[in-house]
């Protein structure tokens, strides 16, 4: 298990990491998720120990490693960058730690043997990594890390530099790959989608601190605060501001007022927020929230529209489904179903949220 | 059906023409010289490959060879490791960075006869810094007199003009290495050596085949600052190729031989670069066939 406890890490007076507690077990995956910036690689340097935080301490299995130095923490790391020994074939890469540790000879032809039938990279042993594809020389990377039996594996957004259907492969393999391990298990990434595929704990990151921590789906449904939602949310969170008075809670635009049927809030301010995908065209049901925009932009992938429109000079975007088409300056009237309403205080604390009953961040 | 088009030569006539007088020209006049003896008045008998003969068996030129390639082996051997040496030591950010590329390229900046000059003044024992502080040690040092202090003089002066130059090449090999392969190996447990032989000596390989190339033919053709130091001397002992040719045309007006010998000197650079060329090109080409075969 990786405690890391009250972290806090400055470079001058940039902070890179504020006041960072987690609780990491061994046999899970756990995911950074952040938007670059956020203090991802920051905390992984330290996880490490490749770097030394300005206070607060890291334990491992209940001892305190900060004194240790890296190469005797058993750690193995993985990068957007394909890592490998330019002038040393692939099983020559995939010994190398093992050689450090002055593994057995024998030993170490029948480990590299295992993890290179895992990784599929038999036919390409004997090959130097400049020769093979980017999919395949990530893979020796990712066997280097899994020859180790590290005890801490991190892995900073290895998928990053792939192309998308390499991806796809290889973020369906990971979770397995590593999942026997017994290892703490760390992913870093900028997109809340591969959270949500790669499933286990997140932990969303804005400006060195942790904004939230706990299970992806859990986390996804439902974010503590603004922030967390904001960072979990692609395309960006829908947000406007709110105001409640007299138990009415409004949204009090410039050409439009919006009465939200939400009770029992006390007066003051608020801030709604609507994940994109909630957006529609056509009523749902009797109470939906009906919210007038004006369209900028319409962007089509093919089976979804993506409208960017303004509502009370805000941009915000819809993600529809099928092919919708608008004109600039068009007038749009969508709904929103009250249970998939966010509402946040003034402190951006999660207040109401009906989306507990959705089962897929998809539907 | 194959559209013939002889407009096309009227275009590069003009770098055809260019050339020929630059370079073909002038070379075919030394091929003609070296084939023909002649006694003045411009008359000239032909005498077949007879120079060629000559000088190929004169010792006078295999003593120059043996030189020329002794001083182009001492050179590289020092020059490459103590470039790679020092841009390893080399800062990789802040303001050291600019200050030393400033004072590495001085050097280069440096005419080859003024560069010349300064070292044979620099070394003079009557009024050179280096000379006259050797000699109030007490060290017996003359670069006119004595041999080895003539190589010893040429060497530095040779690694003090040159080395920046293979610093620079491999810097900017170094400096394009992601701070993440350091990282990769800190956290392999990876030596220092283990860092250089593994990481950073494949990733400048490229760059010092072209620094080894580029200093091997320069050191080989080394003419101006032994000329100004030692003039060749004391007696023939730094008398390289360059000079001696030199010696031979000019002070001695033996054109024949002197054309003989231009030839066979153009054609040891010719083939050694080519060997090098060579060498350089078997790694890319085998480097691409293999990421041929393995993205197809």
Same mark, same amino acid.
């Given at each position: 298990?990786?405690?890391?406890?009250?972290?806090?890490?400055?470079?001058?007076?940039?902070? *890179?990491?504020?006041?960072?507690? /987690?609780?990491?077990?061994?046999?899970?995956?756990?995911?950074? /998720?952040? @938007?670059?910036?956020?203090?991802?690689?920051?905390?992984?340097?330290?996880?490490?120990?490749?770097?030394?935080?300005?206070?607060?301490?890291?334990?491992?299995?209940?001892?305190?490693?900060?004194?240790?130095?890296?190469?005797?923490?058993?750690?193995?790391?993985?990068?957007?960058?394909?890592?490998?020994?330019?002038?040393?074939?692939?099983?020559?890469?995939?010994?190398?730690?093992?050689?450090?540790?002055?593994?057995?000879?024998?030993?170490?032809?029948?480990?590299?043997?295992?993890?290179?039938?895992?990784? &599929?990279?038999?036919?390409?042993?004997?090959?130097?990594?400049?020769?093979?594809?980017?999919? &395949?020389?990530?893979?020796?990377?990712?066997?280097?890390?899994?020859?180790? &039996?590290?005890?801490?594996?991190?892995?900073?957004?290895?998928?990053?530099?792939?192309?998308?259907?390499?991806?796809?492969?290889?973020?369906?393999?990971?979770?397995?790959?590593?999942?026997?391990?017994?290892?703490?298990?760390?992913?870093?990434?900028?997109? @809340?989608?591969?959270?949500?595929?790669?499933?286990?704990?997140?932990?969303?990151?804005?400006? =060195?601190?942790?904004?939230?921590?706990?299970?992806?789906?859990?986390?996804?449904?439902?974010?503590?605060?603004?922030?967390?939602?904001?960072?979990?949310?692609?395309?960006?969170?829908?947000?406007?501001?709110?105001?409640?008075?007299?138990?009415?809670?409004?949204?009090?635009?410039?050409?439009?007022?919006?009465?939200?049927?939400? #009770?029992?809030?006390?007066?003051?301010? *608020?801030?709604?927020?609507?994940?994109?995908?909630?957006?529609? !065209?056509?009523?749902?049901?009797?109470?939906?929230?009906?919210?007038? =925009?004006?369209?900028?932009?319409?962007?089509?992938?093919?089976?979804?529209?993506?409208?960017?429109?303004?509502?009370?000079?805000?941009?915000?975007?819809?993600?529809?489904?099928?092919?919708?088409?608008?004109?600039?300056?068009?007038?749009?009237?969508?709904?929103?179903?009250?249970?998939?309403?966010?509402?946040?205080?003034?402190?951006?604390?999660?207040?109401?949220?009906?989306?507990?009953?959705?089962?897929?961040?998809?539907? | 059906?194959?559209?013939?088009?002889?407009?096309?030569?009227?275009?590069?006539?003009?770098?055809?023409?260019?050339?020929?007088? $630059?370079?073909?020209?002038?070379?075919?006049?030394?091929?003609? *010289?070296?084939?023909?003896?002649?006694?003045?008045?411009?008359?000239?008998?032909?005498?077949?490959?007879?120079?060629?003969?000559?000088?190929?068996?004169?010792?006078?030129?295999?003593?120059?060879?043996?030189?020329?390639?002794?001083?182009?082996?001492? +050179? !590289?051997?020092?020059?490459?490791?103590?470039?790679?040496?020092?841009?390893?030591?080399?800062?990789?950010?802040?303001?050291?960075?600019?200050?030393?590329?400033?004072?590495?390229?001085?050097?280069?900046?440096?005419?080859?006869?003024?560069?010349?000059?300064?070292?044979?003044?620099?070394?003079?024992?009557?009024? =050179?810094?280096?000379?006259?502080?050797?000699?109030?040690?007490?060290?017996?040092?003359?670069?006119?007199?004595?041999?080895?202090?003539?190589? !010893?003089?040429?060497?530095?002066?040779?690694?003090?003009?040159?080395?920046?130059?293979?610093?620079?090449?491999?810097?900017?090999?170094?400096?394009?290495?992601?701070?993440?392969?350091? &990282?990769?190996?800190? +956290?392999?447990?990876?030596?220092?050596?283990?860092?250089?032989?593994?990481?950073?000596?494949?990733?400048?390989?490229?760059?010092?085949?072209?620094?080894?190339?580029?200093?091997?033919?320069?050191?080989?053709?080394?003419?101006?600052?032994?000329?100004?130091?030692?003039?060749?001397?004391?007696?023939?002992?730094?008398?390289?190729?360059?000079?001696?040719?030199?010696?031979?045309?000019?002070?001695?007006?033996? !054109?024949?031989?002197?054309?003989?010998?231009?030839?066979?000197?153009?054609?040891?650079?010719?083939?050694?670069?080519?060997?090098?060329?060579?060498?350089?090109?078997?790694?890319? #080409?085998?480097?691409?066939?293999? $990421?041929?075969?393995?993205?197809?």
């Amino acid at each position: 298990m990786l405690e890391l406890q009250n972290i806090s890490r400055k470079i001058g007076d940039e902070v *890179y990491l504020d006041n960072v507690s /987690l609780r990491l077990n061994r046999g899970e995956l756990n995911i950074l /998720l952040g @938007p670059t910036l956020s203090g991802k690689t920051s905390l992984m340097r330290v996880m490490a120990g490749l770097d030394k935080p300005d206070s607060g301490d890291v334990r491992f299995d209940g001892k305190s490693v900060l004194g240790m130095p890296v190469q005797k923490r058993n750690v193995a790391m993985v990068y957007q960058q394909f890592i490998n020994y330019p002038s040393l074939t692939v099983f020559e890469n995939i010994a190398s730690p093992l050689r450090v540790a002055r593994v057995e000879k024998s030993q170490i032809v029948k480990r590299v043997d295992e993890v290179a039938e895992l990784l &599929q990279l038999q036919a390409v042993l004997q090959r130097t990594p400049d020769s093979l594809s980017g999919g &395949q020389q990530q893979r020796v990377a990712l066997a280097r890390a899994l020859i180790r &039996q590290a005890d801490l594996v991190l892995l900073d957004e290895p998928l990053a530099n792939l192309d998308y259907k390499l991806r796809e492969e290889l973020r369906a393999e990971l979770p397995v790959l590593f999942a026997e391990m017994g290892a703490v298990l760390v992913y870093a990434t900028t997109e @809340p989608t591969e959270a949500l595929l790669l499933g286990g704990n997140t932990a969303c990151m804005h400006q =060195g601190k942790i904004a939230q921590f706990g299970s992806t789906l859990e986390l996804y449904r439902h974010p503590e605060a603004l922030r967390s939602a904001e960072i979990f949310s692609d395309p960006p969170l829908n947000i406007t501001a709110l105001e409640c008075s007299a138990g009415k809670l409004q949204i009090q635009g410039n050409k439009q007022i919006i009465d939200l049927p939400f #009770n029992s809030l006390a007066n003051g301010d *608020y801030t709604l927020g609507i994940r994109p995908h909630h957006l529609r !065209l056509e009523k749902m049901g009797t109470d939906d929230i009906a919210l007038n =925009g004006s369209v900028t932009v319409t962007e089509i992938t093919g089976s979804e529209s993506f409208v960017h429109f303004e509502f009370e000079n805000r941009p915000w975007v819809a993600l529809l489904h099928g092919i919708e088409e608008f004109s600039e300056n068009e007038i749009v009237r969508f709904y929103v179903r009250p249970r998939d309403v966010l509402v946040f205080d003034s402190h951006d604390k999660l207040v109401v949220e009906h989306c507990a009953n959705e089962l897929s961040p998809e539907q | 059906m194959k559209v013939q088009n002889n407009k096309a030569w009227f275009m590069v006539l003009p770098v055809l023409v260019l050339v020929a007088i $630059s370079a073909i020209i002038p070379l075919m006049t030394v091929v003609n *010289y070296s084939v023909q003896d002649t006694f003045g008045n411009n008359e000239f008998f032909w005498v077949g490959m007879e120079w060629f003969q000559e000088i190929l068996a004169s010792e006078r030129f295999h003593n120059a060879l043996m030189r020329t390639l002794l001083f182009s082996g001492l +050179i !590289l051997a020092i020059e490459i490791p103590l470039g790679i040496a020092v841009a390893l030591a080399m800062p990789r950010r802040g303001i050291g960075v600019s200050v030393c590329l400033v004072l590495m390229a001085l050097p280069l900046l440096i005419p080859w006869n003024v560069v010349g000059t300064i070292w044979q003044v620099f070394g003079r024992v009557d009024i =050179g810094l280096l000379g006259h502080t050797l000699a109030s040690l007490g060290i017996d040092y003359n670069y006119t007199q004595d041999t080895l202090d003539a190589w !010893l003089t040429l060497i530095a002066m040779d690694v003090w003009h040159w080395t920046s130059l293979v610093v620079l090449l491999c810097y900017s090999g170094l400096a394009a290495i992601p701070e993440v392969y350091y &990282q990769a190996a800190r +956290i392999d447990g990876a030596s220092r050596w283990a860092i250089f032989r593994y990481i950073q000596l494949p990733k400048i390989k490229r760059v010092l085949v072209i620094a080894l190339l580029l200093r091997f033919m320069d050191s080989f053709m080394i003419y101006t600052e032994p000329f100004v130091v030692t003039g060749g001397g004391p007696g023939n002992a730094t008398t390289f190729l360059s000079i001696d040719l030199v010696q031979m045309a000019i002070g001695q007006f033996d !054109l024949g031989p002197a054309a003989a010998m231009s030839l066979i000197y153009f054609l040891i650079i010719l083939l050694v670069s080519w060997v090098f060329y060579t060498v350089m090109t078997i790694d890319d #080409n085998e480097e691409q066939s293999a $990421s041929a075969k393995g993205r197809s």
